[in-house]
């Protein structure tokens, strides 16, 4: 596994070089300099994994830069100083990032996601449905038909792209048994983001033009479970 570092801090480089070498026994930390004077020593089939900050990103701007080289085997960090960068990533391609205000932790996460994509494994473990009962009759609804969940009151709608249905339960109180593409992005809303369409730092809009504020408390669970199932 080869790891490429291009960040503007040199204290995050000097972290992530460390931590690296902790975790990956077998990795081999570069520079993307070196590999752009260098190229011709990678093979086809190397892994790759790049490190990039906002001021470093324009160096993928071009695939030849990768000339030669399987994309499926380069998987790409940005690292984000702050939660509305962290969403300008996400909205632009960049599913994979760390938060650098807490570095060594989201590290610990981002290894998990570089194994798994090594691998090709995917881990997340996710129910089929939810049952709804009502006086007449019980409905099976699958969680990935489920756009959005509203609160009301002491119940909650679960929205779908033609109807809704209301149980009685809290969001809180459900969402916690729901795939991990659900999540809370407000005090009285919670997503589906496989139907999400587009996000700002105040909104999202579903599939269904549905759109959702963001609370400024929730912004951070966003981009986390984005990251967690990007």
Known sequence: MIFFIQLNNQSHTNKLNDMISAKFSDSKILSLGKFATDKHNFSLTD??????DKTN?????????????????????????????????LRNGFYDYLLTNDLENDFKFAAVR?????????????????????????TKLQYNNIVFIEAYGSYS???????????????????????????????????????????????????????????RAKKMALIEAIQKTA
Request: proline residues 1%.
């Open 47 to 52: 892994k790759i994994c790049i490190f990039v």
């Open 114 to 138: 570089i194994q798994n994509h090594l691998s090709g494994e995917n881990n997340l473990n996710i129910k089929n449905h939810i049952v709804i009962k009502d006086h007449r009759s019980i």
């Open 57 to 89: 990103c324009n160096i993928l701007s071009t695939e030849e830069q990768f000339n030669g080289i399987n994309r499926k085997n380069i998987f790409l960090i940005m690292v984000a100083e702050n939660a509305d960068y962290a969403i300008e990533c």
């Open 157 to 215: 709608n679960l929205y779908t792209n033609s109807k809704f249905y209301t149980i009685s339960k809290t969001i809180k109180s459900i969402i916690h048994n729901f795939p991990e593409t659900f999540v809370r992005v407000h005090r009285s809303y919670a997503v589906n983001l496989d139907h999400v369409k587009s996000f700002s730092t105040d909104e999202v809009v579903m599939n269904n033009n549905t759109r959702i504020k963001i609370s």
